[in-house]
């Protein structure tokens, strides 16, 4: 008999998975508990993710604009480059703040749903409340460590494949390199634009703003890569975790709530107990809820 949770086999001697713990004989979902479908909030999740950091990486890449733009106006002392350069920065930042707060918004969204989901899979024994899944987004110091906290707890619960859980871990700590790494950046730059003057007129103070700009580009090294790691990664755990959940929720039945009287197939085998809160099978090997 294979395991509800991890698709692994079990023994007809042993009361739990031994992988997993998930009670032998155990169906793949409570129907007495509301189930979510997740394939529709983790598709457009993790490509809000995808577009997050791809429009963050060309924010951070307008620097060679800039730096080109005041390279050449140091060559005609034409001041409208400098705005052009200002223009480009500002245009590609509008569609960067579109896709991080839609991501944000769905993200939180994901999160809630995949744990939710948890309450209505037999053995997964979540470690924290489904509020968390939410406020530890929002509350101030506490997104620091607890959305990483609810995401690992869902991840272990749902996904029994080698490497991501680990990919959970690279996902936070690239997160809090880009979070700590972009912020100096910002400031950095914006205390070097505060001394430089305001109106250049010659080449000498045009050459400063491209040399800022070129200090501004390195100094996004390393928010890039780290932004880059982190949307990589969440979108492959939001992908990995949506896919076995809904895997599971497509082999329990419907999501949703069942209807009184609803027929949910479950099969049992000669011995097997079923579980608690479930109700005992009838004679055609099923349940009601």
């Keep these: 008999m294979r395991c509800a949770t991890c698709d692994g086999e079990t023994s007809p001697r042993a009361s739990d998975c031994s992988t997993c713990g998930t009670p032998v004989g155990a169906p793949p979902v409570n129907p007495e508990v509301p189930i979510r479908s997740v394939r529709g909030i983790g598709l457009a999740a993790s490509v809000a993710v995808a577009a997050t950091?791809?429009?963050?990486?060309?924010?951070?890449?307008?620097?060679?604009?800039?730096?080109?733009?005041?390279?050449?106006?140091?060559?005609?002392?034409?001041?409208?480059?400098?705005?052009?350069?200002?223009?480009?920065?500002?245009?590609?930042?509008?569609?960067?703040?579109?896709?991080?707060?839609?991501?944000?918004?769905?993200?939180?969204?994901?999160?809630?749903?995949?744990?939710?989901?948890?309450?209505?899979?037999?053995?997964?024994?979540?470690?924290?409340?489904?509020?968390?899944?939410?406020?530890?987004?929002?509350?101030?110091?506490?997104?620091?460590?607890?959305?990483?906290?609810?995401?690992?707890?869902?991840t272990r619960a749902s996904v029994w494949r080698p490497g991501t859980g680990r990919l959970v871990?690279?996902?936070?700590?690239?997160?809090?390199?880009?979070?700590?790494?972009?912020?100096?950046?910002?400031?950095?730059?914006?205390?070097?634009?505060?001394?430089?003057?305001?109106?250049?007129?010659?080449?000498?103070?045009?050459?400063d703003y491209a040399d800022q700009y070129s200090a501004a580009l390195n100094r996004s090294i390393l928010p890039m890569v780290a932004c880059a790691v982190a949307g990589a990664t969440l979108v492959v755990v939001i992908r990995r975790v949506s896919a076995a959940q809904q895997a599971r929720i497509d082999r329990g039945g419907p999501a949703g709530p069942l209807a009184p009287g609803t027929v949910v197939p479950y099969p049992v085998t000669p011995g097997t107990t079923v579980p608690s809160p479930m109700t005992s099978p009838g004679a055609d090997g099923t349940i009601r809820a």
Excluded: K
């Design 169 to 207: 871990g690279v996902w936070w700590a690239a997160w809090l390199v880009f979070l700590v790494s972009e912020w100096w950046t910002e400031r950095a730059s914006e205390r070097e634009f505060e001394q430089l003057p305001a109106y250049p007129t010659i080449r000498r103070e045009f050459l």
């Design 53 to 154: 950091t791809l429009c963050y990486l060309l924010v951070s890449l307008t620097t060679l604009v800039g730096r080109s733009m005041a390279e050449r106006a140091a060559r005609t002392e034409d001041q409208d480059m400098l705005l052009v350069a200002g223009f480009v920065a500002l245009a590609a930042s509008i569609p960067y703040l579109i896709a991080y707060l839609t991501a944000v918004v769905l993200v939180i969204v994901w999160t809630y749903r995949v744990r939710m989901n948890l309450d209505a899979f037999p053995g997964s024994a979540p470690g924290l409340g489904a509020g968390w899944a939410i406020g530890g987004w929002l509350v101030p110091l506490v997104n620091l460590v607890m959305p990483y906290r609810v995401v690992a707890d869902v």
